[in-house]
């Protein structure tokens, strides 16, 4: 699925010249340009450019297949380096990861929305007061006995990917 460079049925489909597009190029290297210097007093180089995810893996050493960094934040994404290219119909998004020369690093990610807003939601139902009260409540459980909850306030992401999923608390 990846070509390293744009969709030229995209940009005819929607009359879009592809001279408003910057190069592809690598993620790497002295291609970027540097700082104005008047914002620190001297240019500095810009040597790479990644998007939050891929320099998420890239910052915690995910070089090889089969290694994973995991965030959480407003949303909570797992990211698995692949040998290539990972074509999903699971819900998982394939990616480039990077390009440095002739290498391509390809990621799977899978994504939930929803981290930020369930943990407010569940504070705003007095479940806990801190947020470092959490931690603490769930290595204390033995079992959930059977009861699971489901975030879906924006939908459901991988593995499910139904936009149209509601939260509910279900017992099995």
């Avoid at 390293?4 to 290297?29: K, N, R, T």
């Avoid at 440095?100 to 807003?117: M, Q």
Wanted: charged share 10%; proline share 6%.
């Amino acid at each position: 699925p990846f070509t390293m460079q744009y969709a030229g049925w995209a940009f005819s489909l929607f009359s879009l010249p592809m001279s408003i597009m910057p190069e592809v190029v690598d993620s790497f290297g002295d291609h970027f340009g540097s700082t104005k210097p008047e914002l620190l007093d001297h240019s500095i180089p810009i040597t790479a450019v990644l998007a939050d995810q891929s320099a998420s893996a890239f910052g915690s050493a995910c070089y090889k297949p089969g290694s994973a960094k995991i965030t959480m934040g407003t949303g909570s994404f797992l990211d698995v380096v692949t040998a290539k290219p990972h074509a999903s119909m699971e819900g998982l998004v394939p990616l480039v990861g990077w390009k440095i020369g002739d290498e391509t690093t390809y990621l799977a990610e899978g994504s939930v929305h929803d981290t930020g807003v369930m943990v407010n939601w569940a504070k705003t139902m007095g479940l806990f007061e801190n947020i470092g009260d959490i931690s603490a409540t769930v290595s204390g459980l033995v079992s959930s006995n059977g009861v699971y909850f489901v975030p879906g306030f924006h939908g459901l992401q991988a593995p499910i990917v139904d936009s149209t999923a509601t939260a509910g608390i279900h017992l099995y």
